[in-house]
């Protein structure tokens, strides 16, 4: 075999490669989205439907007139707004900082800071959720909306400094210096030049730290007892009952706590991709 026909062989198994990985990727959206609009007896069937024939808007109509355990729809994506952008917005700023910090002063025991924030990301969730507990009950912020925005800050913000240190650390200090030469202060120097480069991996980490919070279910449940606080993902679980489970309102309700997952990611994207292309011109 010639070199020339080894290499497309070789593309063509890994765009093979590529395709199952994201038709694999894909089912489980697909097969959520079309089973939300199919009526019960398709939902029950033995028989593969591919698409709903005809399309049905039970169970979305019944999510949104209902509700969910006497709770409109509404309510629990707000929660789950407020957790998630409050989350990312506070992780945002705290996981910058420390970043810049790591990335730019030496100080006793940086290498330990950072091998005991990827030890943090080992450790399980659901050991620390007692101890998580007791300190949330001790603070009064049981129940309360912002205790579970601290602990996803908490959760979200070893992964966001360790993956903005190496945005920090690839910017050349000489742009830093030749601020300062300028006349800039740090916070301008800051502001005006760190900022806009390391804005890429800014938004990298806020779509990671978006979805682990949209998504978070065990700290959601174990901290919020208010039926009327839950977050999207603990509103799920009332459509499994004992003796049955309600498959059509669960894969409606998901269908639209994805919308603003997808909205979230598609505004970020544009705001990433440009400022990748604008930092490679400044460099």
């Known amino acids: 075999m010639s070199p020339l026909a080894r290499r497309r062989l070789g593309r063509a198994a890994l765009n093979a490669a590529g395709v199952v990985v994201f038709l694999f990727a894909v089912f489980p959206v697909y097969w959520m989205v079309t089973t939300a609009f199919k009526p019960n007896d398709q939902i029950f069937t033995t028989s593969f439907i591919p698409f709903p024939s005809p399309p049905s808007m039970d169970h979305i109509s019944r999510v949104f007139t209902k509700g969910v355990a006497g709770h409109s729809i509404w309510q629990y994506l707000f929660n789950s707004t407020l957790v998630a952008l409050s989350a990312v917005v506070l992780g945002a700023v705290f996981a910058l900082l420390a970043a810049t910090a790591v990335a730019r002063f030496r100080f006793r025991f940086r290498t330990s800071f950072l091998i005991l924030l990827l030890i943090v990301q080992m450790v399980p969730a ?62 301008t120097t800051f502001w005006r030049v760190l900022f806009p480069l390391v804005a890429p991996g800014l ?34 679980q009332f459509f499994v009952g004992q003796r049955s489970t309600d498959w059509g309102g669960i894969m409606a309700a998901s269908t639209l706590m994805t919308i603003p997952v997808l909205i979230f990611f598609l505004l970020v994207q544009r705001r990433m991709v440009s400022g990748l292309v604008a930092g490679a011109v400044k460099g």
């Not at 360790?162 to 030749?178: C, G």
Request: aromatic residues 14%; glycine residues 8%; charged residues 15%.
């Open 203 to 236: 938004v990298a980490t806020s779509i990671f730290a978006f979805i682990t919070t949209w998504n978070e279910f065990v700290y959601a449940l174990t901290l919020i007892g208010d039926q009327g606080k839950y977050t999207m993902p603990v509103a799920l």
């Open 126 to 187: 659901e050991a620390l959720l007692i101890p998580l507990f007791t300190m949330v009950k001790r603070l009064g912020l049981y129940d309360q909306l912002l205790g579970l925005i601290i602990i996803n800050v908490g959760l979200t913000l070893p992964f966001s400094v360790w993956m903005l240190r190496t945005f920090v650390a690839a910017v050349p200090k000489e742009l830093e210096e030749a601020s300062w030469i300028d006349g800039a202060g740090r916070f």
